[in-house]
């Protein structure tokens, strides 16, 4: 987003989304106080629609406590990851992207007998893909699934 004031038309876009792809409602919205998220038509539509608002102070990272747990996570994984491998840090995004990934198919608490990855598709995950960590892979291109051919 390169304008905050972006941020409702934003917000409205991901809830369409959101709420197209798993069949369910936003019921919470936790934001900090923002100018950003305290305009009216912000405010007024999510009172009209039933989401909550949970404002937080800003810079209280302890308020959000579980996303900024597993963000301490992510990075201290994507820092072990680089250094075990040294890989500079120009990798980070990808590094990150794919620890991310990895997050939304592993086991959770919150979730139970299933990852996220299956709650929020409602299908059984296939991890036959995954690789260990900058191992040497081959990526086939042009492959013709009808043919068996290039």
């Given at each position: ?23 369910c ?55 072990s ?70």
């Amino acid at each position: 987003m390169i304008k905050k004031s972006k941020a409702f038309a934003v917000f409205l876009r991901f809830k369409t989304l959101v709420e197209k792809q798993s069949g369910c409602q936003i019921k919470t919205l936790r934001t900090y106080r923002g100018g950003e998220f305290i305009y009216k038509p912000f405010l007024d539509y999510c009172k009209e629609n039933g989401i909550q608002k949970q404002l937080i102070i800003q810079y209280t990272p302890q308020q959000n406590g579980v996303a900024e747990r597993n963000n301490r996570t992510i990075e201290e994984m994507a820092r072990s990851m680089l250094k075990k491998e040294e890989l500079p840090n120009k990798f980070w995004v990808k590094v990150v992207n794919i620890i991310a990934y990895i997050f939304n198919r592993s086991p959770t608490k919150v979730v139970q007998n299933q990852t996220p990855f299956e709650a929020w598709n409602k299908q059984k995950l296939n991890v036959s893909h995954l690789k260990v960590f900058n191992s040497i892979v081959y990526a086939l291109i042009g492959y013709n699934d009808e043919s068996k051919a290039f």
